[in-house]
């Protein structure tokens, strides 16, 4: 559903707002960050950076293995998205509520990019 050639780190994670920033930083031929928003994230399993990332909504049995992980009940499972995230550096998966690609300011350790007004150019909710 989503594909970058951008190397993206695990930026941010807030327990309280259950909202997981993953982070390419500015580089020669990018002069902006570019940030994978998770929002509502009930389980994850990360790696520390993906080198060329793709993300897919994934069914079948293997949402059903993310989903049984989460142990969120069946009745609440409609309103989450199995997300499953490959590079070449590692594999791993987010299960969210919504997930957004930013691109946003050009200061990748001080800035908060939601004040930079940043331009969303791809989202993705649940069909419910």
């Known amino acids: 559903m989503f ?4 190397t993206f780190r695990v930026w941010r994670y807030g327990i309280g707002h259950s909202q997981l920033l993953l982070r390419a930083v500015p580089d020669s031929e990018n002069p902006a960050c570019l940030d994978l ?23 079948g049995a293997e949402a059903e293995e993310i989903l049984g ?6 009745s609440g ?9 490959r ?9 969210c ?6 691109r946003g300011g050009e200061d990748p350790v001080g800035s908060d990019p939601r004040r ?13």
């Open 37 to 59: 928003r998770f929002e509502g994230v009930s389980a994850m399993q990360l790696v520390q950076q993906y080198k060329t990332i793709e993300l897919w909504f994934t069914s």
């Open 69 to 74: 992980f989460s142990g969120i009940s069946p």
């Open 3 to 6: 594909k970058s050639d951008r």
């Open 116 to 128: 930079e007004d940043p331009s969303v150019i791809w989202s993705s909710r649940p069909r419910s």
């Open 77 to 85: 499972r409609e309103l989450h998205l199995p997300v499953v995230l």
């Open 97 to 102: 509520r919504s997930v957004t690609a930013e």
């Open 87 to 95: 590079s070449r550096s590692g594999s791993g998966f987010v299960l």
